[in-house]
């Protein structure tokens, strides 16, 4: 079982900078793809980024260029790095586990990103 824990939400005004961490328990976190999901009042739960265990990542078309998705295998840590953001990212942010580029077998608890001036 891996249990997830993710900080770092809050509120940001458009062009900000947010920095969310999810931070895993468990020996395997280094065999496991992360990701980060998020899902907006009346819409469906989507794809924001994902990193497997050998470092390879996937980008939602919205946030490239502005999303960055890291690992820290010796802190059994991962981080999703926002900026530039936009109303339209507001949201819950959810960690993920699992395995491919959409790593689905294992949810954090979400943390909510605001934003809004």
């Known amino acids: 079982q891996v249990q997830l824990v993710e900080s770092g939400g809050g509120l940001v005004q458009p062009g900000g900078s947010l920095r969310l961490s999810c931070a895993a328990s468990?020996?395997?976190?280094?065999?496991?793809?992360m990701g980060w999901y998020r899902q907006a009042p009346g819409k469906q739960r989507e794809l924001v980024a994902a990193?497997?265990?050998?470092?390879?990542?996937n980008y939602a078309n919205s946030v490239k260029g502005r999303f960055t998705i890291s690992r820290d295998n010796t802190k059994n840590t991962v981080s999703l790095q926002m900026n530039s953001l936009k109303p339209e990212d507001t949201a819950i942010y959810s960690c993920?586990?699992?395995?491919?580029?959409?790593?689905?077998?294992?949810w954090g608890q979400g943390t909510q990103v605001t934003v809004s001036s």
């Open positions: 993920s586990a699992g395995s491919g580029l959409s790593p689905m077998t294992y």
């Open positions: 990193i497997t265990s050998g470092g390879s990542t």
């Open positions: 468990g020996s395997i976190f280094r065999l496991l793809a």
